[in-house]
Structure formats: C-alpha cells, structure tokens
Nanobody
Framework: QVLLVESGGGLVQAGGSLRLSCVAS????????RGWFRQAPGKEREFVAA????????YYADSVKGRFTISRDNRKNTVYLQMNSLKPEDTGAYYC???????????????WGLGTQVTVSS
C-alpha cells in the first residue's frame, strides 16, 4: 500500500516560517516528480510547488516564488517545503503528491497524502 504522510503544519504568525515534510512508504518515488498543493476553505485546490525526480528542476506558483523552496531527499523518500515570509493567504490544507501522469505542475498525480493544516495569523 502506497502511503504519503505530511507533517510540519501548524499555526504561525505572518512573517514566520514553517517546514513541511512528506514521507512516502509502500514504494519508492525516487524516480518520479513530487509536488505540493494547497486548499483554502471554500476554494479549489491549487498548485504550490513541484520538483523533478532528481531535484534538477523546480516549479513554483507565482504566489509563492521567492518565499517557498521545495527540495527532496530520495534516500529518505521524502520531499520538503520550506515556507518563509508566510502570509495569511497561505492558510490552508497542504497536500503532497507523487508521480504525475503528465507534468509536475498538473493535478493528475497518482498518489496523494491526507494533508497537513497551515494557519497563518495576521
């Protein structure tokens, strides 16, 4: 059984930082792209960031460029999302994903985690 488990969410003041982690088990994802998405209450899920299998290419939503950094450690089957200069509009449930069918910035990933909540207070 494939399992993606996110951690690192929490409550933080605006301007603060959080580091999310997503550990995969059940199979190795070292040869596929990984991504992060988020969903705010009442809104659709949106793309945040993605990284190619070897970390050579990274992709970011315009809203997080310069503030968020995605990275991965294939030895640990883990992907990270370092979030700095957080804003209240970054609030939402953050989901990690693995193995996209088409491209890293698409929504058609084959595996998804259950999410971790990030709340940024003003």
């Amino acid at each position: 059984q494939v399992l993606l488990v996110e951690s690192g969410g929490g409550l933080v003041q605006a301007g603060g930082s959080l580091r999310l982690s997503c550990v995969a088990s059940g199979r190795t994802f070292s040869t596929v792209a990984r991504g992060w998405f988020r969903q705010a209450p009442g809104k659709e899920r949106e793309f945040v960031a993605a990284i190619s299998w070897n970390g050579g290419n990274t992709y970011y939503a315009d809203s997080v460029k310069g503030r968020f950094t995605i990275s991965r450690d294939n030895r640990k089957n883990t992907v990270y999302l370092q979030m700095n200069s957080l804003k209240p509009e970054d609030t939402g449930a953050y989901y990690c994903a693995a193995d996209p069918t088409t491209s890293p910035i698409s929504y058609d990933y084959t595996s998804w985690g259950l999410g971790t909540q990030v709340t940024v207070s003003s």
